[in-house]
């Protein structure tokens, strides 16, 4: 009896030496708990809590186990909500799409008055003689869904040019400052477009090719107005939960800003960029690029 009872001490000893015990030995920035995180995985494992460190998930388990097991600097209650991996854009104009935040936004309007309207003030906040670009108008919104012209437009706007996309980018309306600058009349055709006419006259009327004919005019940003315009991509982009987006039609310069952003930290969404058909572009990436933020591998062309 003696014996059992010495032996039973050491025995439980024994086992506790031989025991890891490990309680938050290891470092996190942060802890996300309370929480219903989606894995993706094969098993479509739902996990309550996860440790961050660096930007960088360590690890994703049940709370107690992270807890126990993590020592954080912050540790976020998700009030039970659904945490998703980063989306994904297959397909978008990352910097387009920031540009356009520069331009006057026309999406929603109820008819072309209020487009006309919205065009006033933009020019009234941004005086001078350079181009007006807009972009959002959809006439099957409106009272009797016509297509306007550009009659408004000229009493407006004489002497300054202005260019309304559709909300769809393939259609818009020109003043006649802005026709005039691409050498545009009545007469003119563009193959794989359309001029709008009536009464041996321009209404207006920019069909695809006829819009793309202005495309120096949307492309032309220096690098200032390209990086303001994609960080507030990224802030819209971001807030909405995408983490990669694939642009497609970039030229090797705007790749170029990109990478440089990223290598700064300032952009830190994740880009799989098109390139743009062009010879130029081409010399310049030969072949495919890809590191942690950036993919180049791919072309789009047009036909």
């Known amino acids: 009896m003696k014996t059992r009872t010495i032996l039973l001490p050491v025995t439980v000893a024994a086992l506790l030496t031989g025991c890891k015990f490990e309680y938050r030995n290891r470092e996190a920035d942060l802890i996300v708990r309370n929480a219903r995180i989606m894995s993706m995985d094969g098993n479509n494992t739902v996990h309550t ?3 961050i460190k660096d930007g960088r998930i360590l690890e994703l388990g049940a709370e107690f186990e992270i807890l126990n097991r993590y020592k954080a600097k912050r540790t976020y209650d998700a009030g039970l909500k659904a945490v998703y991996p980063g989306f994904i854009d297959g397909h978008c104009h990352f910097l387009g799409y920031g540009l356009n935040k520069q331009k006057v936004n026309l999406t929603g309007a109820s008819n072309w008055s209020e487009v006309l309207q919205r065009v006033q003030a933009f020019a009234a906040a941004n005086p001078g003689k350079g181009w007006i670009l807009g972009r959002g108008w959809d006439q099957n919104l409106w009272p009797g869904r016509q297509v306007p012209t550009n009659d408004s437009l000229n009493l407006l706007f004489p002497d300054r040019p202005v260019l309304l996309q559709r909300v769809d ?32 006259k321009l209404t207006g009327l920019l069909v695809d ?15 200032a107005t390209k990086r303001k315009a994609l960080l507030a991509a990224q802030r819209d982009c971001l807030e909405a939960g995408l983490t990669l987006v694939c642009d497609a039609g970039l030229d090797a310069g705007t790749i170029d800003l990109i990478q440089r952003m990223q290598a700064a930290g300032e952009l830190k969404i994740r880009v799989y960029a098109m390139l743009a058909d062009d010879s130029l572009n081409f010399a310049k990436f030969d072949r495919p690029l890809r590191d942690e933020r950036l993919i180049v591998r791919a072309v789009k062309c047009y036909a």
């Open 169 to 200: 980018g393939h259609a818009a309306i020109a003043n006649q400052a802005a026709l005039d600058s691409a050498g545009f009349t009545a007469e003119s055709k563009v193959a794989g477009g359309l001029l709008g006419t009536k009464d041996g």
């Open 209 to 223: 090719n006829a819009v793309g004919m202005f495309q120096k005019i949307f492309d032309d940003a220096d690098e």
């Open 49 to 51: 809590a996860m440790a």
